[in-house]
């Protein structure tokens, strides 16, 4: 959530990057809002003050046994007043509140103009492609020839975009999520925390997932509780409400959960396969940092994420998310993306995002400085580290064999029992 305040004084900024987010909000309603607003604040005190004022001057009358009937009236009709006024302010921050809780987040400094995803800025790219001699399969038809991924029975059981893990694909789920852990904890200084994955609905708005997007949320039925779509939410929101102390900054946690989304808006996209679920594992990264060096933190978050897809031995790229394919929440993002030989490109297997004060705003999250002991917004950031299925695909694609087996990196083998190859 933007403050208000900023949005009154630097109202052409606001509406110069809403236009560059590709966003239709209109501003002009909020400032229209914000001015009813302020002008019944003005009412409302000045009637506040006469009545304080007639109340004083009762009270003189009363002693000097004075009649004070038509001064009793007139504060009965101020009275009325503020009622009015305070049934009609009620209902004007009730509309303002509802539009700012649908405000995208600003725009750092450096985050490039752009349309869409084709105008993302590349920034570096880690290891080569493997060149293969042999026609490649995709990892659904690895999948199914080896018997570990069971598409038909996950659409059996829940509907289309969930699978089955079986055997060698379900242990390379699991040997992958505690990979990932140990060496966000291990080696990158993360505290590893496991949430619920269920949420409130003020834990959801928190960290910007609702009011806007509760089209692509699970809810449960006849609770006020939603299936999380990321562990950013609960992570995040360990601390809302709370006020922490400079020293304690910052924060690095980590955890796994499943995630569940929809995906509304999404079909036709990815049908086949473990890139676009409505289930997936995902372990996540999150920070709560002081804003002063919270893009220092942002850097170290992406190399977090790199360091794993490195372990792997996987080939990918980093990009810079243009204006106008940047997340809700975010004000800077980087997108790393994985090569995935059968599509002959790369595609998006982790995304580490600097929300600034956005979240922190709207989840109340704050530090006390130690030097004039006031409290301040912290940011909070948070990044895949990574999505686990999209993991899953990259080494049975990258790692195949011309005989449909698949290698194990070598960074996994431990975690594998000591199996370094999956075959039938």
């Known amino acids: 959530m933007l403050d208000l305040k900023y949005i009154r004084e630097n109202s052409d900024e606001v509406k110069k990057f809403l236009k560059a987010r590709n966003s239709d909000f209109d501003l002009d309603v909020v400032l229209d809002l914000d001015k009813k607003?302020?002008?019944?604040?003005?009412?409302?005190?000045?009637?506040?003050?006469?009545?304080?004022?007639?109340?004083?001057?009762?009270?003189?009358?009363?002693?000097?046994?004075?009649?004070?009937?038509?001064?009793?009236?007139?504060?009965?009709?101020?009275?009325?007043?503020?009622?009015?006024?305070?049934?009609?302010?009620?209902?004007?921050?009730?509309?303002?509140?509802?539009?700012?809780?649908?405000?995208?987040?600003?725009?750092?400094?450096?985050?490039?103009?752009?349309?869409?995803?084709?105008?993302?800025?590349?920034?570096?790219?880690?290891?080569?492609?493997?060149?293969?001699?042999?026609?490649?399969?995709?990892?659904?038809?690895?999948?199914?020839?080896?018997?570990?991924?069971?598409?038909?029975?996950?659409?059996?059981?829940?509907?289309?975009?969930?699978?089955?893990?079986?055997?060698?694909?379900?242990?390379?789920?699991?040997?992958?999520?505690?990979?990932?852990?140990?060496?966000?904890?291990?080696?990158?200084?993360?505290?590893?925390?496991?949430?619920?994955?269920?949420?409130?609905?003020?834990?959801?708005?928190?960290?910007?997932?609702?009011?806007?997007?509760?089209?692509?949320?699970?809810?449960?039925?006849?609770?006020?509780?939603?299936?999380?779509?990321?562990?950013?939410?609960?992570?995040?929101?360990?601390?809302?409400?709370?006020?922490?102390?400079?020293?304690?900054?910052?924060?690095?946690?980590?955890?796994?959960?499943?995630?569940?989304?929809?995906?509304?808006?999404?079909?036709?996209?990815?049908?086949?396969?473990?890139i676009r679920q409505h289930q997936f594992n995902k372990v996540e990264m999150v920070k709560i940092a002081h804003p002063k060096n919270s893009y220092e933190e942002l850097e170290h978050m992406v190399n977090c994420a790199e360091h794993i897809l490195q372990k792997l031995n996987l080939p990918y790229r980093v990009i810079t998310l243009c204006s106008g394919d940047l997340g809700f929440s975010a004000a800077k993002t980087y997108d790393i993306e994985v090569w995935v030989p059968s599509q002959n490109k790369y595609r998006e297997i982790s995304s580490c995002s600097n929300t600034e004060d956005f979240q922190a705003r709207r989840a109340m999250i704050k530090y006390r400085a130690k030097d004039d002991k006031k409290s301040y917004f912290v940011h909070t950031l948070n990044g895949s580290g990574l999505a686990v299925g999209r993991t899953v695909v990259a080494i049975m694609e990258n790692y195949q064999q011309e005989d449909g087996s698949i290698v194990i990196p070598d960074a996994l083998v431990p975690y594998m029992g000591g199996q370094k190859v999956i075959s039938k």
């Not at 002693?63 to 001064?71: F, G, H, I, V």
């Open 37 to 274: 607003r302020r002008e019944i604040l003005g009412e409302v005190e000045a009637l506040k003050n006469k009545r304080n004022e007639s109340s004083t001057l009762i009270g003189k009358l009363k002693r000097e046994k004075k009649d004070a009937s038509e001064l009793l009236k007139e504060m009965q009709t101020i009275g009325d007043s503020i009622k009015s006024l305070d049934e009609n302010l009620a209902k004007v921050e009730e509309k303002l509140n509802y539009l700012l809780y649908r405000i995208p987040n600003k725009l750092h400094s450096s985050v490039p103009f752009g349309k869409d995803e084709d105008e993302n800025v590349e920034v570096r790219r880690w290891g080569t492609p493997r060149k293969f001699d042999f026609p490649i399969k995709t990892h659904d038809e690895l999948g199914v020839a080896l018997d570990i991924l069971d598409f038909e029975r996950g659409s059996k059981l829940a509907g289309s975009r969930f699978t089955v893990y079986k055997k060698q694909a379900a242990r390379l789920e699991r040997a992958l999520i505690n990979f990932m852990l140990d060496t966000h904890t291990n080696e990158h200084g993360f505290t590893e925390i496991m949430t619920p994955q269920m949420a409130k609905r003020e834990i959801m708005t928190g960290t910007g997932q609702l009011p806007k997007f509760e089209d692509d949320m699970y809810k449960i039925e006849g609770e006020e509780l939603f299936l999380i779509p990321t562990a950013e939410v609960t992570l995040t929101n360990l601390f809302n409400q709370e006020i922490l102390e400079e020293d304690e900054l910052p924060k690095y946690i980590c955890g796994f959960t499943a995630c569940f989304r929809k995906e509304a808006g999404a079909g036709g996209k990815d049908l086949k396969g473990l």
